[in-house]
């Protein structure tokens, strides 16, 4: 079964960096690896939809992002840890909410920022940003 650790958030002010992480487990059992992975990071604000944020296929290091934080958010990976990082700059107030990683295989499929493209999601993490 596939496992995915999001940990990272936490109380911040308003301009701070955040660097949120996505650790992956239980892949092979699964019959996937990092590689073959597509991973997203999504948010749900309280009284919102969630929505994508930004998304990396791990084999060909494309990377999507959601409007509102393209050049303040940035996604990579780390292969030798099974980790996804979102790193968070200029973050702002309306940026508070639960965050949360989810991974599909981006092997078979074309994965961007639409829930429903993900089979695998990890517990939340909250970020709340204090202006």
């Known amino acids: 079964e596939v496992q995915l650790q999001a940990s990272g958030g936490g109380l911040v002010q308003d301009g701070d960096p955040v660097t949120l992480s996505c650790t992956a487990s239980g892949l092979t059992s699964s019959g996937l690896s990092f590689e073959r992975l597509a991973v997203g990071w999504f948010r749900e604000a309280p009284g919102k939809q969630r929505e994508g944020v930004a998304s990396?296929?791990?084999?060909?290091?494309?990377?999507v992002y959601r409007k509102s934080v393209e050049g303040r958010f940035t996604i990579s990976s780390d292969s030798a840890k099974n980790t996804v990082y979102l790193q968070m700059k200029s973050i702002k107030p309306e940026d508070t909410a639960i965050y949360y990683c989810?991974?599909?295989?981006?092997?078979?499929?074309?994965?961007?920022?639409?829930?429903?493209?993900?089979?695998?999601w990890g517990q939340g993490t909250q970020v709340t940003v204090s202006s």
């Open positions: 989810a991974a599909g295989d981006g092997i078979i499929w074309d994965i961007k920022l639409g829930a429903h493209e993900y089979d695998h």
């Open positions: 990396i296929t791990i084999n060909r290091d494309r990377k």
